[in-house]
């Protein structure tokens, strides 16, 4: 049974930092594409950040020069350093894994709660 568990969110100033983490189970976690994706209040869910098996990483343009996105094979963990934080990243943030570089998301976590006020 895949499991992904977030953890680090948090309330945090405009400008701040946080540091996400997802911890992987139940998959051969070398051989997964993670990503991160956000849902704000009354917002569709969307694309943060991605990481393929050998580490080619993408972003939304919204993030781009902010946050940064990693992985740690040893330890079955994905990250996103999030910097310069503005209230617009106020959302639940969300672990995914997938099979291949492309397509379908087949895993998520639960999300975690990250405030930024203002």
């Known amino acids: 049974q895949v499991q992904l568990v977030e953890s680090g969110g948090g309330l945090v100033q405009a400008g701040g930092s946080l540091s996400l983490s997802c911890a992987a189970s139940?998959?051969?976690?070398?051989?997964?594409?993670m990503g991160w994706f956000r849902q704000a209040p009354w917002k569709a869910r969307e694309f943060v950040a991605s990481i393929s098996w050998i580490s080619n990483t993408d972003y939304a343009d919204s993030v781009k020069g902010r946050f940064t996105i990693s992985r740690d094979n040893a330890k079955n963990t994905v990250y996103v350093q999030m910097n310069s934080l503005k209230p617009e990243d106020t959302a639940v943030y969300y672990c995914?894994?997938?099979?291949?570089?492309?397509?379908?998301?087949?895993?998520w976590g639960q999300g975690t709660q990250v405030t930024v006020s203002s």
């Open positions: 995914t894994a997938r099979r291949s570089d492309y397509g379908m998301w087949n895993y």
């Open positions: 139940g998959l051969t976690f070398r051989n997964y594409a």
